[in-house]
């Protein structure tokens, strides 16, 4: 799993079938400390995110598998809302 933080909703009128009912979000990757890094997906959104959560996510087959009802086309999932991040150097 990775961190990413929501920067915003997408939404289609024309998708594919499977992604019915699916909400989608803009996320940014960020990297343990919360920085940005730059990349950004369009992930479905299992846990109904908002703009500005921390979340953490999955991808390819991982991805598919977090909604075990469909098969989803999906390469980036967002499966979880972090609360807190304890970062402690090794």
């Known amino acids: ?18 992604l019915s009912a699916v909400k989608l979000a803009l996320m940014e990757v960020v990297d343990e ?6 990349k950004l997906f369009v992930a479905a959104d299992t846990i109904g995110c908002r703009e500005g959560d921390l979340v953490f996510w ?3 087959g991982e991805a598919v598998r977090a909604f075990p009802d469909k098969n989803i ?9 972090v609360d807190q991040l ?3 150097p090794l």
């Open 1 to 18: 799993m990775r961190l990413g933080r929501v920067t915003g909703k997408v939404w289609a009128t024309a998708k594919d079938a499977q």
């Open 33 to 38: 400390h919360g920085r940005a890094t730059g």
């Open 58 to 60: 999955v991808s390819g």
């Open 73 to 81: 086309p999906s390469d980036v999932t967002i499966v979880g809302l």
């Open 86 to 88: 304890d970062v402690r």
